[in-house]
């Protein structure tokens, strides 16, 4: 995938959810391009890069790419681009709408999301922004070094 690619394929969301104040991510290529480094200052976007080979910094990633990769190369013979995608799609839709969560007192992953939306006043609701919270890298190596 290369860095224009990651930029459009991120252009979508972030017409659809607001633009985050940063996204965190690993040191691959695609992402240290010039294309995307080019776009986070266009767009007005931090990004973080997590230092190398300390995958626990991303590891809510790590963990679904992880599960995923499991289950896309072991369990299904992708046949082509189009057939991942559309693979893909569906385990999306089957893990934010079908799937029960024990995480989530079993309910799904929109219908957590939608009640913890319907929890917030809307003078709290954010604007201009991707409505989930980025955790802060600093805050996290300070709880770190407390342990």
């Not at 089957?94 to 799904?108: K, P, Q």
């Not at 709290?124 to 989930?132: E, F, G, V």
Request: proline share 4%.
């Amino acid at each position: 995938m290369s860095g224009r690619s990651v930029v459009r394929e991120l252009a979508e969301p972030i017409a659809q959810l607001g633009k985050p104040n940063r996204f965190v991510s690993d040191n691959g290529t695609e992402l240290t391009s010039h294309a995307v480094l080019a776009w986070c200052g266009e767009v007005g976007v931090e990004w973080h890069y997590i230092a190398p080979g300390k995958l626990m910094q991303n590891g809510f990633c790590e963990s679904f790419n992880g599960r995923m990769r499991y289950k896309q190369h072991n369990e299904l013979l992708l046949l082509s681009l189009a057939h991942a995608r559309a693979e893909i799609e569906a385990s999306v839709q089957d893990c934010n709408l079908e799937r029960l969560h024990s995480a989530f007192g079993y309910a799904t992953t929109a219908a957590f999301a939608a009640e913890l939306d319907n929890q917030w006043p809307a003078s709290l609701h954010p604007t201009n922004s991707a409505t989930q919270l980025i955790p802060s890298t600093a805050l996290m190596r300070h709880k770190m070094a407390q342990l």
